[in-house]
């Protein structure tokens, strides 16, 4: 377990602080992704996917950018759901999408947020703190309205326990 930061201003296609290939098991503990800017999707980070397994504890996602879909977090492929996701005591704070959705994450997996807040993302189409479309979501429901600046979730499954989700536009 060591402490990694990335903030260098990395530019990808795809996940341009960090890429979880399909198939792979990624472990976080006391990590930074920030600073990533200009990548299509997932800005700082790319889970691509229905057999990706990243779990993260103390991690933070922010200050990273991308075009379309997932400032921050981006879990889903083009032709099936994303993988399966949990942090715990994490924040994913101030990630930007240029169009589209997911300022602070875009989910078409299986995600579980524990202790983890999302916190002042953007998004530049329609904005909100949080979108559900076609999936299943637990623990609470936060206003939906729009694009989903802090958490966009497309047809996937949510859990949030003991999070804030708040100050996304």
């Not at 792979?24 to 503990?29: A, I, K, V």
């Not at 990548?39 to 075009?67: C, H, L, M, W």
């Not at 879990?75 to 715990?88: K, P, R, S, V």
């Amino acid at each position: 377990n060591e402490t990694r930061r990335s903030d260098n201003g990395n530019s990808a296609g795809y996940g341009a602080g960090f890429l979880a290939s399909s198939g792979s098991t990624t472990n976080l503990t006391d990590v930074e992704i920030s600073g990533n800017i200009k990548t299509d999707q997932g800005g700082g980070f790319y889970q691509d996917g229905v057999s990706t397994k990243v779990e993260g504890t103390r991690v933070q996602i922010q200050d990273n950018e991308a075009r379309v879909r997932g400032g921050g977090f981006r879990n889903a492929t083009f032709n099936e759901a994303g993988g399966y996701t949990m942090l715990t005591d994490s924040v994913i704070q101030r990630n930007e999408v240029e169009n589209e959705h997911g300022g602070g994450f875009y989910n078409n997996g299986t995600v579980m947020l524990i202790d983890t807040d999302v916190l002042e993302n953007k998004t530049f189409d329609l904005d909100a703190s949080f979108t559900n479309i076609g999936g299943s979501f637990g623990s609470i429901n936060p206003a939906r309205d729009g694009y989903g600046a802090g958490f966009y979730n497309s047809g996937g499954k949510v859990v949030l326990t003991n999070g804030l989700i708040e100050a996304n536009e």
